[in-house]
């Protein structure tokens, strides 16, 4: 699955989210992907809510073809002082 | 979903094992491998981050029957990924989660609640 498609599947699923999707090198894993999210929508939420988010989003693409999403989820806040 | 029979388990028997495992101890880490010979960089990662931690996490090698554990997984996390880590039954995350609260040091805090 392409990064873009992917970054769209995530911004279509949380509101007001930027989404920047990469597929870091790591020799024994298949096909696994690197997600950082920004969305006001994370406020007061816990890293796992903020990472529940991401799963719903991509929901039916989690079974066969994304193996594994390693999740960065900021609100614009902290984004900025990261 | 169908499940080709990888290992003699029926669902219902996994989701059972997968339940107890989760109920019967503090800290439970399903992944890919063993402790000593994870077969994946994400559950190498979890594993080493738990034990700078814990020393008595308990390890489920989801080799032996991906599928099923995936499902039986699921009905507690609302995800398929694995590694997953619960501690006293509560899902905690996979390895990126247990990164993250390692980086705000708050990780030996949630695996010792």
């Known amino acids: 699955m392409e990064t873009d498609a992917v970054e769209t599947l995530i911004e279509d699923g949380i509101p007001d989210a930027d989404a920047t999707v990469t597929t870091p090198r790591d020799p024994d894993d298949d096909d696994h992907y690197a997600a950082e999210v920004i969305s006001p929508a994370f406020e007061d939420e816990s890293l796992v809510d903020r990472h529940q988010r991401v799963h719903d989003a991509l929901d039916e693409h989690m079974h066969d073809e994304i193996h594994a999403i390693e999740i960065r989820a900021y609100t614009p806040e902290e984004y900025d002082d990261a | ?113």
């Open chain 2, 1 to 113: 979903m169908t499940f080709e029979q990888e290992a003699d388990y029926t669902q219902e028997e996994l989701n059972e094992e997968v339940d107890q495992l989760i109920e019967d101890n503090e800290v439970v880490l399903f992944m890919k491998g063993t402790e000593l010979m994870p077969q994946c960089g994400y559950s190498r990662k979890a594993i080493a981050l738990i034990q700078r931690h814990r020393e008595d996490v308990e390890t489920v090698d989801v080799l032996e029957a991906l599928d099923q554990y995936r499902a039986a997984l699921e009905r507690h996390s609302n995800r398929e990924t694995i590694p997953q880590t619960f501690v006293d039954g509560e899902f905690v995350g996979g390895s990126d989660i247990l990164e993250q609260l390692q980086e705000r040091g708050e990780l030996g805090e949630k695996l010792n609640a």
